[in-house]
């Protein structure tokens, strides 16, 4: 009888140490990763040593002492024994790979619109022989020339410009950009547009043109349902653009209506491995005035995801382009290498050897980039925002 005060109080203080120590204990000591499994474990063994004496002393306690001690005992073992290595592993790891991530996660339907694809396609050679007779055809003219005849529809449609985030889109022919036209200076260019949307939209041409042809006058809308045919002589040779010209302009541009218009000079551009297409682009989802979406050929970090495969010492050609609106400038910015840029395309000799291009709205210029090393380099924009919004992509530099 003299014994059990002494017991009682043991059993209570110890009971009272656990309770205020252990959470505390358990949090601190598991923070640091692996260790707090071992403490985990420790505290579980001691709260099992602790309840272990308390049952068989039970009769020491009255009963709803006895029961609240029952169940600190077990809150403390689930604790230690449950707690402590689910957030040794959830926070100090999983945090680490989240935060090393880049990009978007998941893949776009490239059925629809292949970033990768687009690269490379002009005058419609992206598609199969049998169907690109409906959109392209080339007649050789007396004078040596060619007559290059597209058919060009606009239509309302849905991109997808990340995994899952599909815009609302007005398109050339279903995708953008647009379908990119190529022309070598003095042929004729024969657009065959077709408004197949809801309201009036044109194809302006950046270029030499009559004035007829220019498709900006609101005389010169085309309306839903009705066509009209463009016709001019390609030149001069440069990088240039096309897009839609019906008012609000603003938001006919940045609803998707714009593409890439080549005018290589007579007898070709010097020599180069890899001729690419890029067009700069973004996308303001919720129609706040603001982008939200930034990219280089529509879909973010696509070319991070699937990088541009490129070989050391060969000559890689970009026909660079920018037709972001909501923002007055845009770049293009390249990792670990140097490159000569042609303002517009339009001079034989490059003006500047940077590794920086800035352009302003509508504006394009053609680059020449030799790679020194072999790796992964990252190009993105210099617009810090943009790059992580979408524009950002790796060349995967071969040997
Ligand atoms: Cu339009």
Not at 167 to 177: E, I, K, L, R, S
Not at 236 to 259: D, F, M, Q, R
């Amino acid at each position: 009888m003299k014994i059990e005060p002494i017991h009682l109080s043991v059993g209570v203080a110890v009971l009272a140490m656990l309770w205020l120590v252990a959470p505390h204990g358990v949090h601190d000591a598991i923070l640091p990763g692996a260790h707090g499994a071992h403490i985990g474990l420790g505290f579980a063994a001691l709260a099992a040593s602790v309840g272990f004496i308390l049952a068989s002393h039970a009769r020491w306690f009255n009963q709803p002492l006895q029961a609240a001690a029952s169940s600190i005992v077990l809150g403390v073992m689930v604790f230690a024994l449950l707690g402590a290595p689910v957030q040794s592993h959830g926070e100090s790891h999983d945090t680490t790979i989240e935060m090393a991530h880049i990009g978007t996660v998941g893949e776009i339907n490239f059925s629809k619109f292949d970033p990768s694809a687009y690269l490379t396609a002009w005058n419609f050679n992206d598609l199969p022989a049998d169907q690109r007779g409906n959109f392209y055809q080339e007649t050789t003219l007396a004078d040596g020339t060619l007559l290059r005849e597209y058919w060009i529809y606009a239509r309302d449609d849905t991109v997808e410009v990340a995994p899952g985030v599909f815009y609302a889109a007005w398109t050339y022919n279903g995708q953008v950009p647009g379908p990119t036209i190529r022309a070598t200076e003095g042929d004729t260019v024969r657009i065959h547009f077709i408004n197949a949307g809801i309201r009036a939209h044109t194809a302006h041409f950046h270029g030499f043109h009559p004035a007829a042809m220019d498709g900006a006058e609101p005389i010169q809308f085309v309306q839903p349902g009705e066509s009209f045919t463009y016709e001019f002589i390609a030149e001069p040779a440069g990088t240039h653009v096309y897009h839609c010209h019906s008012t609000p302009l603003k938001k006919h541009i940045e609803k998707g209506l714009y593409g890439m218009f080549i005018v290589d000079p007579k007898g070709g551009l010097p020599p180069a491995d890899q001729e690419l297409v890029m067009l700069m682009n973004a996308f303001d989802t919720d129609f706040d005035g603001e982008n939200e979406v930034y990219a280089v050929n529509t879909v973010a970090f696509a070319y991070a995801q699937h990088p541009i495969k490129v070989k050391v010492g060969q000559t890689v050609r970009i026909f660079l382009a920018n037709m972001v609106e909501n923002d007055p400038i845009n770049s293009l910015h390249i990792h670990g290498n140097f490159f000569n840029v042609f303002p517009t395309g339009t001079l034989d000799q490059p003006t500047h050897f940077t590794d920086i291009v800035e352009l302003a709205q509508a504006e394009r210029t053609r680059i020449e980039v030799e790679f020194k090393f072999p790796g992964r380099y990252m190009f993105h924009a210099h617009q810090t925002e943009f790059s992580e919004l979408g524009w950002m992509g790796f060349f995967e530099v071969e040997p």
